[in-house]
């Protein structure tokens, strides 16, 4: 004969296993990424599909050429010129690492390093 209350004990592991997916994911689904466009300019540096793809390689393309080929040419977005810079040029529109850089980061769990030198803006309210 078989023990009644293990088998029944035994499927709820089994349930709750097979649908970990399911409830795992109701939960995470409430820390969706946000990030806010805190600018009035209407577009970014490059084409929005390629920036949220590949941004940290732009950011490392504009360093090499910055830092190692003393290329300080300017990028023009709609009509204004912005630096090729990290601080002065990406966080010029992106005023807030908070509220935008971070909603994505803390997601996908990834910490840029870049801070330990470049100063972030303030952050305001
Ligand atoms: C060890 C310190 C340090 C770290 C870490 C660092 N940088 Fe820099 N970065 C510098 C210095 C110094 C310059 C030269 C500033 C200048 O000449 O304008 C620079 C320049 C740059 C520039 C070009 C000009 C400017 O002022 O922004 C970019 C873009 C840049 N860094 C991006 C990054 C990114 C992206 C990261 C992280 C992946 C990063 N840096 C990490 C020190 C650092
Ligand atoms: C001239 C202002 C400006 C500058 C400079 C700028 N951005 Fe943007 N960025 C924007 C705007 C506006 C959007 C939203 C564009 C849209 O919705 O089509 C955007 C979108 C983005 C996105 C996608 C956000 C999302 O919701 O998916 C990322 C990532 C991003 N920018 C990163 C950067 C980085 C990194 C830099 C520097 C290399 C930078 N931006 C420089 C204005 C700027
Ligand atoms: C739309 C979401 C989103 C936004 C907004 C965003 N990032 Fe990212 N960022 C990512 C993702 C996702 C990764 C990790 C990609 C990977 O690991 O392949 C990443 C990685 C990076 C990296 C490389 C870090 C590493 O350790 O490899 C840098 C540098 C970076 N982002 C800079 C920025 C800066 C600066 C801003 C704000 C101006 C910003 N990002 C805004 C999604 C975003």
Redesign the pocket.
Known sequence: MYDKGKVITGLVIFVLIVTFPVWYNVRGAQHIPNPKILTKVKHCVKPLDYMRADH?KL?????Y???REGD?AKVTVDGVQY????????MKCHVSEKKFCDQCHEYVDVN???????IKPKETE
């Open positions: 940290m950011l490392i393309d504009w360093r050429e910055v830092v300080r630096e090729r810079s990290l601080v002065n040029g990406c840029p390093y870049c801070w330990d030198c470049h």
